[in-house]
Nanobody
Framework: QVQLVESGGGLVQAGGSLRLSCAAS????????MGWFRQAPGKEREFVAA????????YYADAVKGRFTISRDNAKNTVYLQMNSLKPGDTAVYYC???????????????WGQGTQVTVSS
């Protein structure tokens, strides 16, 4: 089992930045691909970014490409999502997740955190 806990969410003005963290415990996550997803009220959960277990390969949704950066520190069992140039449309609950392979589909992820709220005001 892998337990994931997100932190770093909050309220920020448009154009601002936030860095989300996802701390893992239990089975080591160094061999898992990690992803970030988000879900806005009334919308389905959507893919944001993913990173391979080595950190050498990353994927991003078109909506965040160039603004968000995913990274990981396997020594700390932590994954990060640096979010810059935030827009009101980025408002959502952000979830981190772990998968055995690097994928962008939510149903392929085996473990999920509880989420952290990000609110971007205009």
């Amino acid at each position: 089992q892998v337990q994931l806990v997100e932190s770093g969410g909050g309220l920020v003005q448009a154009g601002g930045s936030l860095r989300l963290s996802c701390a893992a415990s239990g089975r080591t996550v160094s061999s898992y691909a990690m992803g970030w997803f988000r879900q806005a009220p009334g919308k389905e959960r959507e893919f944001v970014a993913a990173i391979s277990w080595t950190g050498g390969v990353t994927y991003y949704a078109d909506a965040v490409k160039g603004r968000f950066t995913i990274s990981r520190d396997n020594a700390k069992n932590t994954v990060y999502l640096q979010m810059n140039s935030l827009k009101p449309g980025d408002t959502a609950v952000y979830y981190c997740a772990a998968a055995l392979v690097l994928v962008v589909v939510a149903r392929e992820y085996d473990f999920w955190g509880q989420g952290t709220q990000v609110t971007v005001s205009s």
